[in-house]
């Protein structure tokens, strides 16, 4: 007989946990190999899991909502056989395998077995190990909604526990003591203002309201963005600047292309054609398409373009790996299949791993441009703004074309202003002299 | 103004009771001729008769006996118990009568019951007990242990008055070492109210009778490594005072239970598991008792030495808390 575990997927390198949104089956229910088994969110993505093996869902142990660390095991696939488990389990998690020994053969069916709910609930504690601290300190995280292991590794008490005065300091320091791992190490001239830059989060001032106010937690892939976003923040040094295109040339392509585009079923949008220009761009300009590393500047071979994806629950952005050597057809291809693996939740850590660029379109809803925050550790992120008509002097004469407003933000400590705006002038001329 | 010992206080205390209210008088083991074994009740048969000052027989149960009856019939008796290991011979009329008249008759027996208790004199196992919880786990008690001339004089005072029985436990080793300046006017310290003797922000140190002063030469001896303790002096153990003792744990969030009574049973225990129900979520570290070990008070001098809570235990119990 056969019976598999089925655990918490590690969906990327950093990430050590994630939080089971919910139940696709519930136990007794048949299942496919490969059929979705439940959702996850973690700090990256949220995705649906398949499940490794068909058979019957004979235990779930991991409730809606509950965060567990990676390579747990969260449900238990049996083959509907009534046979009892005795054999499957590997040494890794005894624990959990000791009460499904006692519980003996499920119903044939894969009914509900009896006696199982209580054995899951004990097991719900030794998940909620790590960081050494006291419930003083775990109140005041609480109150200030600090994650305490945030601290890791950066106690003062015994064995290198959590104190008040960790903590104390740690909110008094504007939540910054600890997050070794989160900004790369500053170097030479990248000295910046200790104070000035650290008084943005994770300490805000407590809120002051009076009236009526519901009180929402953040999701896991919210708390991801937030955090992402204010590291970023405080890592680069931001600098936008703003490029004026004409589209007339890569609108005439798009509507020339489409119906053709269309047949191969690919739809085609103005995306593509940007994404290519980049590409084109990048491979002549690798410092922007480099990572700061301590002192070094790591330029990056591949040339892996993100795409920022909007949601209704948060952002997301899919990464198309080695854009360079796709076509117009490709990259149109390519943009299309991450959007809507992103909307319907089928993306895999893969998809949004190692990109070297990103670009956002701010121009969705009509903006005329944004400022957009770089998509850390890369050093640059380009903002599309709306594509509208506009009267534009060519030759001394007023003439109507259809313009965008690109803004590449970049991270000054990497790129000067003079090789952003090469950058950018390179894009403008392709865009501008597109030809199809 | 000269200072007032702790012995000459509670004397002072008695006395003045006996001047304002007759219904007050003195029953015990050599406490009128002889003034008593410690000297409390000195020149009170002189100045009060024999009427109000009674040498009894060698009889504890007898003594607290006839306290209870003169307190049914109005009068508000003292008895001295001459060594406080011996109140155990008096048990049951403290336990199952005195402390139940109220509850099973609604006739409230207004005694006291004071006696010499602890250790540091070389006084062996007989003569140096720390009998108080075998009181404190009997509801319709009041127990008190006061460990400063003030208060030993306000509160004999304050148990005088009560209406229901109040055990008075005085240290005998306080009872010439400590003395201060005391106001002369009439004044009483409430039972249940807890005093903090040294303010302090990192860890609080709860205690009573002579331990107080262990407590205090410690926070001086700490306070030179920045390290500062509260002192928090409970006065009364039944009822004691929860919310001083709440409070200053939850400013400090770590504490010390320090007693000079045995551990297994011993008042520390009841505030640990006060303290673990009501504040901890402000607690920083774990609650942490220094006590007598589980054994009689021994006889040899370096024995009770080793057996009897000192500075050193305290400070060392601090290091560790701190750092923790």
Request: with cysteine; hydrophobic share 40%; charged share 25%.
């Amino acid at each position: 007989m056969a019976e598999t575990k089925v655990i918490m997927p590690q969906m990327g390198e950093s990430i050590f946990e994630g939080t089971i949104t919910k139940w696709l089956k519930k136990k007794g229910d048949r299942i496919e190999r490969d059929e979705a088994l439940f959702e996850i969110s973690t700090d990256k993505i949220d995705s649906e899991i398949p499940s490794p093996a068909s058979g019957v869902v004979q235990d779930i142990l991991v409730k809606e909502g509950q965060t567990v660390q990676i390579n747990t095991v969260v449900a238990v696939i049996g083959d509907g056989s009534a046979k009892p488990a005795a054999e499957a389990p590997p040494a890794k998690e005894p624990a959990q395998e000791a009460p499904k020994m006692k519980e003996g053969p499920a119903p044939g069916g894969g009914g509900p077995v009896p006696g199982v709910e209580e054995e899951t609930e004990a097991e719900e504690s030794p998940l909620d190990e790590g960081v050494r601290s006291s419930p003083l300190v775990r109140r005041i995280a609480k109150e200030r909604g600090i994650d305490v292991s945030a601290l890791a590794g950066k106690g003062t008490g015994i064995n290198g526990r959590i104190t008040k005065r960790d903590i104390l300091s740690y909110i008094e320091q504007g939540g910054k003591a600890a997050q070794p791992s989160v900004s790369p190490p500053q170097s030479g001239g990248a000295a910046r203002s200790a104070g000035l830059v650290n008084q943005t989060p994770p300490s805000p001032p407590p809120m002051k309201f009076t009236g009526e106010v519901e009180r929402v937690p953040l999701t896991a892939m919210r708390k991801a963005i937030a955090e992402h976003m204010v590291m970023s923040r405080k890592t680069s040094a931001h600098v936008t600047t703003l490029f004026e295109v004409d589209c007339s040339h890569i609108v005439k392509a798009k509507e020339k292309q489409q119906a053709e585009f269309q047949r191969s079923g690919v739809k085609l949008t103005v995306t593509p054609f940007f994404v290519q220009a980049a590409a084109n761009a990048l491979k002549r300009f690798p410092v922007v398409n480099s990572s700061l590393d301590g002192d070094t500047v790591v330029y990056k071979r591949p040339i892996n373009i993100g795409i920022a994806v909007n949601l209704e629950w948060g952002l997301i952005v899919p990464v198309i790996k080695n854009a360079d050597e796709k076509n117009l057809f490709g990259l149109a291809k390519a943009v299309n299949d991450i959007g809507e693996r992103a909307r319907n939740k089928k993306l895999t850590p893969e998809d949004v791993k190692d990109g070297t660029f990103t670009i956002t379109n701010p121009g969705q809803y009509g903006g005329l441009a944004g400022t957009p925050i770089i998509n850390q550790p890369q050093v640059a992120i380009m903002g599309m703004g709306g594509i509208k008509k506009r009267a534009v002097v060519i030759d001394d004469a007023i003439a109507i074309r259809p313009m965008i407003m690109l803004s590449l933000s970049f991270d000054h400590r990497v790129i000067d202003g003079a090789v952003a705006d090469q950058f950018m002038a390179d894009i403008q001329k392709q865009l501008e002299n597109w030809q199809s | 103004m000269a200072l007032t010992t702790y012995v000459e206080a509670i004397r002072q205390g008695i006395w003045e009771e006996m001047e304002k209210d007759e219904r007050v008088f003195v029953l015990g083991e050599d406490v009128g001729i002889y003034g008593g074994a410690f000297k409390v009740t000195a020149g009170m048969l002189e100045r009060f008769g024999e009427w109000r000052i009674i040498d009894t027989p060698i009889s504890e149960s007898g003594i607290v006996g006839a306290a209870i009856g003169a307190a049914l019939m109005g009068m508000r008796p003292v008895a001295e118990m001459q060594f406080a290991d011996f109140i155990s011979c008096a048990f049951d009329q403290i336990t199952n009568f005195a402390a139940k008249c109220r509850y099973r008759w609604g006739a409230g027996v207004p005694i006291v019951v004071r006696g010499p208790s602890g250790g540091g004199v070389h006084g062996g196992p007989f003569h140096s007990q720390n009998p108080e919880m075998y009181f404190v786990h009997t509801p319709g008690l009041k127990v008190v242990c006061p460990a400063t001339a003030y208060d030993a004089k306000g509160l004999i005072k304050a148990a005088i008055r009560d209406p229901d029985p109040v055990i008075y436990f005085e240290h005998k080793f306080l009872y010439r070492r400590v003395k201060e300046d005391l106001p002369a006017d009439d004044f009483v310290v409430p039972i249940g109210k807890a005093a903090i003797r040294r303010l302090g922000t990192d860890i609080t140190v709860v205690t009573y009778g002579a331990m107080l002063y262990i407590a205090l030469d410690a926070a001086k001896e700490l306070e030179k490594e920045g390290i500062d303790l509260e002192v928090l002096d409970l006065r009364s153990l039944l009822p004691f005072d929860k919310e001083a003792v709440i409070e200053s744990v939850k400013k400090t969030n770590k504490v010390i239970l320090l007693h000079e009574d045995t551990q297994i049973g011993g008042f520390a225990g009841e505030l640990a598991a006060i303290i673990s129900e009501e504040a901890f979520e402000y607690l920083d570290g774990p609650i942490r008792r220094i006590t007598a070990p589980d054994t009689p008070v021994p006889y040899s001098p370096p024995l009770e030495e080793f057996f009897l809570p000192k500075v050193s235990d305290v400070v060392r119990v601090a290091h560790e808390l701190y750092a923790y």
